[in-house]
């Protein structure tokens, strides 16, 4: 492990914007301290939590809650280096309505009680074209979100991946969920509902953009009660992966 590496660990367990959970530190029978607790123990207010899964280097987390000084922030991901960025950012300049969490995405539902949590994010999330039970948008995730999400709690999706766009359109309409807002080319809108999602634009969200990439947007609310099934449609494969790699397989569709 290189002494840069070293160093953002040591950063990142000194920062007490961020909570360390790996899933080799968490014990079924342990109940998580902050669970149902973090609004008057981690926060010391009563707005409302705001969720970004995956968040990467925390840009969007960390512009997110400068934007929304009334709203708390909370990003989501098991990869600290990355992470340390935007951790970095936010105890730096001070910033107080927002958190990081370091753990395993696959376990989110142990760490909000019921009714914690208002919105989630889901950010350039890796469309996971081979297996539907790993896209954060799948109803193996909404099943844990609905765990700690408000009743109508809003689910956000903002991706540069055809697949994964399509994938959620066609899991809503199967499980008749109307979608509020849904655009494959967010920055030719103008409108007050997609403003929050045109509002800040990460690095990475611009270099898509400079590529000719349009920006697709999705939200919805999320019903906590219904049965929730999995689309069975074939869906075309992203021509790329990320950046400028090839895609990952050589199929052409998926579900």
């Known amino acids: 492990m290189s002494k840069g590496k070293l160093a953002k660990f ?4 000194a920062n007490p914007l961020v909570i360390e959970c790996p899933f080799n530190t ?7 301290e902050l669970k149902g607790r973090w609004h008057e123990d981690f926060f010391h ?13 925390g840009e969007y987390t960390v512009g997110l809650g400068r934007l929304y000084p009334e709203k708390n922030f909370i990003g989501v991901d098991i990869k600290g280096s990355r ?12 910033m107080t309505n927002v958190g990081f969490l370091r753990t395993n995405i696959e376990f989110i539902q142990r760490f ?7 919105e989630i994010w889901l950010t350039f999330s890796d469309p996971q074209m081979k297996k539907a039970t790993k896209r954060l948008s799948s109803t193996f995730f909404l099943e844990r979100y609905r765990q700690f999400m408000q009743e109508g709690g809003l689910v956000h999706l903002k991706t540069d991946s055809n697949f994964l766009f399509t994938y959620t359109e066609e899991m809503l309409k199967a499980n008749n969920i109307p979608a509020e807002v849904c655009t494959r080319s967010l920055y030719q809108e103008t409108g007050e509902d997609t403003m929050e ?9 611009g270099m898509w953009r400079a590529r ?10 999320l019903p906590l009660n219904s049965t929730l099934i999995e689309p069975d ?15 990952r397989s050589s199929l052409e569709v998926s579900k």
């Open 197 to 205: 999602a045109r509002s800040f634009q990460t690095y990475y969200e």
């Open 233 to 247: 449609v074939e869906i075309p494969l992203d021509e790329y992966r990320s950046y400028s790699r090839e895609k």
């Open 212 to 221: 000719g990439i349009d920006i697709k947007y999705l939200r919805f609310h």
């Open 45 to 57: 207010n009563q707005n409302p939590i705001v969720l970004e899964l995956g968040c990467g280097r």
């Open 26 to 32: 968490i014990k079924e029978d342990t109940p998580f």
């Open 10 to 13: 040591a950063d990142m367990a």
């Open 83 to 94: 992470m340390w960025t935007g951790a970095q950012d936010a105890l730096g300049t001070g």
């Open 112 to 118: 909000f009680a019921p009714g914690e949590v208002s």
